[in-house]
């Protein structure tokens, strides 16, 4: 089946740093992505979203970058604070019988980010 | 802000109790989501609804069911709890494809 990955399962940064996480798809035809952010205890928080007709979006201290080519997708995380420590996963659309997907995702396992002070 | 809400952050019941975990989304979404979350093995579809008494399996439904008589409300049940089912469990909801899903704050299930 398809499935959505992720290169590292820790990263670890200092206060400032810029930090990058990557995550490997293997479905051609997912068409939107998610990044998520979740902390300890918590739901799963949205960050920010692609959809395949971009190749980068920015939103406050954070980018995605979507390759569409090598099936790659990344989160950057600028001036990274150490509230930014979570679990970070990005997602995928899923495409059902019909080609329907209601809006169905795939997650990846997760990375996880330490920012130390 | 769209507010997804869950019945209940922690509980502990006994194997053979039947379980029913409540959500609650406050947007109009029409479809609503119900996840597990374990270590290891990120979060994983157990059904999903896309209209009021609609609903379709996800990837692990066995042991569950669920109901949804009203649009702003899905509930997972649990027929009869079995320690395996102890777990992190996230209800989510999305308008449509392409949309985001908002998750509630989950439900720290453990079965004894």
Redo the contacts between chains.
Sequence with gaps: GESVGLHLPTLSVQEGDNSIINCAYSNSASDYFIWYKQESGKGPQFIIDIRSNMDKRQGQRVTVLLNKTVKHLSLQIAATQPGDSAVYFCAENRTGAGGTSYGKLTFGQGTILTVHP | DVK?TQSSRYLVKRTGEKVFLECVQDMDHE?M?WYRQDP????R?IY?S?DVKMK?K?DIPEGYSVSREKKERFSLILESASTNQTSMY?C?S?????????????TRLLVL
């Design positions: 997804v479809n989501f290891g093995l990120g979060l579809l999903f896309y379709e996800g996230l989510a999305n308008v449509g494809p392409q949309e985001t899903q908002y998750f509630g704050p989950g």
